[in-house]
T-cell receptor
Framework: GAVVSQHPSRVICKSGTSVKIECRSLDFQATTMFWYRQFPKKSLMLMATSNEGSKATYEQGVEKDKFLINHASLTLSTLTVTSAHPEDSSFYIC??????????FGQGTRLTVV | AQSVTQPDIHITVSEGASLELRCNYSYGATPYLFWYVQSPGQGLQLLLKYFSGDTLVQGIKGFEAEFKRSQSSFNLRKPSVHWSDAAEYFCAVGPPRYSGGGADGLTFGKGTHLIIQP
């Protein structure tokens, strides 16, 4: 199956700083990438959808200025949490899909803001 | 709007016993349906999916699921669970697409935590 790699797997940052999470499709070209957020004991919530070369589409209630998404190439999308605060601490998971096929998930990034 | 309901937050099953995890969905049309498993601190692994055709779907690790249109359900089953099956299980739906549902994000249920008793 297709492999999606997410980096880093864990990150701790200070409040007020920014942190970047990478999502890479290792063996296929991903026309679409998705970013999800998972709170403890909760389901995954779709944050945004990004297509290569265009602006991301954010779900209602997700602050686009806080969660910057860039999908610069067919194999890489990045999520930058800007001016992070403790309430941004969460588990972030990306998924990537080829045109017209199912999406494959990365291993997730545990973000802790202290 | 679409929604997914997993009515059981926790399920405890003895090792070797059978398992059924429930999933109901609400959607305007027949969506694409998925079951994922997540181990603590890990990403999601796809167990199986239903797009069309045979309503009984076989997946990995001995899991199967049955799509019942009349009940808007997609329950996951396994005839004999192993201790390694202890994990969080998520049912998810995606919008119907002609080619597989990959261009839209998924809507997930809240998950069912499976505990295996020795």
């Amino acid at each position: 199956g297709a492999v999606v790699s997410q980096h880093p797997s864990r990150v701790i940052c200070k409040s007020g700083t920014s942190v970047k999470i990478e999502c890479r499709s290792l063996d296929f070209q991903a026309t679409t990438m998705f970013w999800y957020r998972q709170f403890p004991k909760k389901s995954l919530m779709l944050m945004a959808t990004s297509n290569e070369g265009s602006k991301a589409t954010y779900e209602q209630g997700v602050e686009k200025d806080k969660f910057l998404i860039n999908h610069a190439s067919l194999t890489l999308s990045t999520l930058t949490v800007t001016s992070a605060h403790p309430e941004d601490s969460s588990f972030y998971i990306c998924s990537a899909s080829r045109m017209g096929t199912e999406a494959f998930f990365g291993q997730g990034t545990r973000l802790t803001v202290v | 709007a679409q929604s997914v309901t997993q009515p059981d937050i926790h399920i405890t099953v003895s090792e070797g016993a059978s398992l059924e995890l429930r999933c109901n969905y609400s959607y305007g049309a027949t969506p694409y349906l998925f079951w994922y498993v997540q181990s603590p601190g890990q990403g999601l692994q796809l167990l199986l999916k239903y797009f069309s055709g045979d309503t009984l779907v076989q997946g990995i690790k001995g899991f199967e699921a049955e799509f019942k249109r009349s009940q808007s359900s997609f329950n996951l089953r396994k005839p004999s669970v192993h201790w390694s099956d202890a994990a969080e299980y998520f049912c998810a739906v995606g919008p119907p697409r002609y080619s597989g549902g990959g261009a839209d994000g998924l809507t997930f249920g809240k998950g069912t935590h499976l505990i295996i008793q020795p």
